[in-house]
């Protein structure tokens, strides 16, 4: 059998008893024959060089990206719902996705189960902050969008703690606490409340941790 067949117009035109056909013109520095399965070769960028392009991607050497900006990636599944989309390993404490900075210190690690932790690899909660805080910027054109009054309870509001969607409020010439559902800003509902000049002469001070309140 003929390992190589060279055709009439001098061009090689089977391999092993395998039809190929080639570029018709020369390549340029670098690239390499790309076989598109059915024996049809064109000259294509090598692995690992500028513009490399393979299976989606683009290799430019110091940045990677897909070549169809409108796909998606998933890691741990093949089937992104998002531009991109990580499966975790389980529901547990596994990492589905974990940050360090260039000296390896971690920065930021979220969990199979949803759980954030930032500054701490091991979220005792949905956010687990150590070492760090949320800073929240003030608009340029603050606006009221929303308000509750109780006539029982007016007075001086000496203190006010957020705790999910629940704003707390110390009164210091009403000596009192009450608690206020935000969840819809524009429509806070007022959703309990305690008074007590006893216990809680004129409170400067408010704290919430769980379901309890300090005044």
């Not at 559902?181 to 000049?197: E, F, K, Y």
């Amino acid at each position: 059998m003929n390992q190589f067949q060279v055709n009439a117009t001098g061009n090689l035109a089977r391999v092993r008893n395998i039809t190929y056909t080639w570029p018709t013109s020369q390549g340029s520095a670098n690239q390499v024959l790309r076989n598109d399965g059915a024996g049809v070769l064109t000259w294509a960028a090598a692995a690992g060089g500028a513009n490399q392009t393979g299976g989606g991607w683009y290799d430019r050497g110091t940045t990677v990206n897909l070549s169809n900006t409108a796909a998606s990636v998933a890691v741990g599944n093949t089937w992104p719902s998002a531009k991109l989309h990580i499966f975790g390993s389980g529901t547990t404490s596994g990492y589905a996705l974990r940050v360090s900075d260039s000296l390896g210190t971690d920065r930021l690690v979220v969990q199979d189960n949803g759980n954030i932790g930032i500054g701490t690899t091991a979220p005792q909660a949905a956010v687990h902050i150590t070492s760090g805080s949320l800073v929240q910027t003030v608009g340029t054109n603050p606006r009221v969008v929303g308000t509750v009054s109780d006539a029982a309870l007016a007075g001086k509001w000496s203190a006010v703690f957020m705790s999910g969607t629940y704003a707390y409020y110390a009164g210091a010439t009403n000596d009192a606490i009450i608690i206020v559902d935000v969840s819809n800003v524009t429509n806070p509902v007022l959703v309990g409340g305690v008074q007590d000049s006893f216990v809680m002469s004129g409170p400067q001070a408010l704290y919430v941790s769980g379901k309890y309140a300090y005044a």
